[in-house]
């Protein structure tokens, strides 16, 4: 059955209230809603060629309406941004219903890499002064002493101007007050955003939450290479607790549940 045909059963069987894809509008495909109200409208159902996170979108309804069941197109990385939302207790995975997409023709990753999709090319500027978006983390700090990393970061963040797209896309910044806009640690009226503060507020807090979907990076309109930035974040987290975000529904070492923590540091070796 294809994907329109099984959206339309999900509906019409009740095991969904509402299916997130996509349609087109005015040459652009944008998120949209299909209900057993608008079933003529799966005519324009989308599924391909682009991405959103149909997640996020997920968790707003979800918090109007905790009891609305929800089916969505589901790419490798909208599984791993689910499992953290999951782990987070943003959304309840029996309310949830996915139609896979195969996105990737090839894989690089351990998992599906979305960039793929649009691979990114870094001008000769940004490579002498700032990062190229398809440097490896490892290669990164190996290639620059400790004041040229500084520096080339200062570059790409001083370009800037705290849009909060990269927040406003990210599957997994969920926070009802960000931090991003408390003017205790982010000035108003001051461009660019305090750096580095700004950024490393947020990669902190993208530390074992990021599932490396890198549409921060596709909307950031400065292109910086926040991919990067969380990957290397993320680098971290797995060598010191051995954690994967979204790899699974299991605890994240950031769940606080009282005053512990839910996984232990792993041992180092010695
Ligand atoms: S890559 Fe960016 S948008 Fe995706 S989960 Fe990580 S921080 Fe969020
Ligand atoms: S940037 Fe930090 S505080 Fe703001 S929504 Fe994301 S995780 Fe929450
Ligand atoms: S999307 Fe880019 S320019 Fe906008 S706030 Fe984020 S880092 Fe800054």
Redesign the pocket.
């Known amino acids: 059955m294809d994907i329109t045909g099984q959206v339309e059963r999900l509906l019409k069987q009740k095991t969904v209230d509402i299916f997130l894809g996509y349609r087109d509008f005015c040459g652009h495909l944008i998120p949209h809603g299909y209900t057993l109200d608008n079933l003529e409208d799966l005519d324009n159902l989308k599924t391909s060629s682009v991405r959103y ?1 149909l997640e996020k979108v997920a968790t707003h309804l979800a918090e109007k309406n905790p009891d609305l069941k929800i089916g969505l197109i589901a790419r490798d ?1 909208t599984e791993r ?1 689910l499992n953290v939302l999951y782990t987070w207790n943003q959304l309840k995975s029996e309310k949830i219903e996915t139609i896979d997409v195969n996105c990737c023709p090839s894989r690089t990753r351990e998992h599906a890499d979305c960039s793929l999709l649009e691979p990114k090319k870094t001008g000769n500027f940004k490579q002498k002064n700032g990062i190229d978006f398809n440097a490896d983390p490892q290669d990164f700090m190996a290639e620059n002493d400790n004041g040229e990393r500084f520096s080339r970061w200062m570059y790409e963040f001083s370009k800037c101007i705290k849009c909060y797209g ?1 927040r406003n ?5 969920f926070c009802p007050d960000c931090s991003l806009e408390n003017p205790d640690l982010v000035e108003p009226g001051f461009l660019p955003p305090e750096i580095p503060i700004f950024h490393l507020v947020r990669a902190v807090h ?1 530390a074992g ?9 596709d909307a950031c309109p400065a292109e910086i290479p ?2 990067f930035l ?1 990957r290397q974040m993320n680098d971290i987290v797995e060598q010191v607790f051995g954690y994967i975000p979204g790899k699974s529904i299991e605890k994240s070492p950031f769940t606080i549940i009282g005053d512990k923590v839910t996984l232990e540091p792993k041992p180092m070796d010695a």
């Open positions: 996170s990385c941004a990269c896309i990210c599957p997994v910044c993208m939450r990021c599932v490396d979907c890198g549409l921060c990076e926040l991919r969380y």
